[in-house]
């Protein structure tokens, strides 16, 4: 996430896909076969920088920018880069809402799972237009959590999803903003909007224990528990049931979980 209202409801870390390494060969391969040698391109809210090293290697010797608002993540987003010898990208500590690039100065921009965390999603998205030039693409994908869905059911995780939802909306936030990019990306002058979807699933034990103890942890740790239990939506016992109850379904042999990302490509006008 890119903002000064990043991480309104959980820390970059916790965001729906951490499960296991992001790689932009999975996490964007929808924008893959649009990339080309020679084209300069604008992640946003970079994270560690997985993917972004992934796109770099895709449109190298042209130079790939990662943009982030937590100095230790793009450090961490730097050491990557370097042990993976990629040498045409360079992190940089910026706003989606401010960018400090020229207008039309990018052939593409991405972002991956941030438009869910923002509260301006249009205000952004204009932005990137601004420093695209006429033709760039913008590539955004994101959750939509209506979509998550756990067998065994269990009532605490359901409750957890509920929970989820009402803190992101005290936030200004949209849980479900996979549904909504396209219209986000329209509303800020894209056109010729390509949408794809992929679903996520989790069946293996390494799988589910990995997302469920992940989760676990985060409801009761990361700043949405805080928040829940800030804004009165939970109390902290019930955080900790919750928490009990995402073991309990890690290390069920039955275990499934699933959920939808929407991956959602723009156009600038030319």
Known sequence: MTTSDRYTHGH???????HARRTAERDAAYLLPRLQPGMRLLDVGCGPGTITTGLARAV???ETVGIEVVPDVLVQAREHAASEGVTTVRFEEASVYDLPYEDASFDVAHAHQVLQHLTRQEDAAREVLRVLKPGGLFAVRDADYATMIAWPR???LDR???VYHQVATKNGAD???GR????????????DIATTGTAVIFATPEETQNWGYSWAERTVQSSFGK???EYGFASAQELEEIAAAWRAWA???DAFFTYTNVEVIGVKPA
């Open 180 to 191: 909504r990019l396209g219209a986000w990306l329209r509303a800020a002058g894209f056109v």
């Open 175 to 177: 849980a479900d903003a």
């Open 60 to 62: 190298a010797p042209g």
């Open 12 to 18: 970059h870390a916790s965001v729906v896909g951490q």
């Open 251 to 253: 290390d069920d042999p």
């Open 160 to 162: 957890w999803l509920e």
């Open 227 to 229: 928040q829940a239990v």
């Open 154 to 156: 269990s009532p605490q």
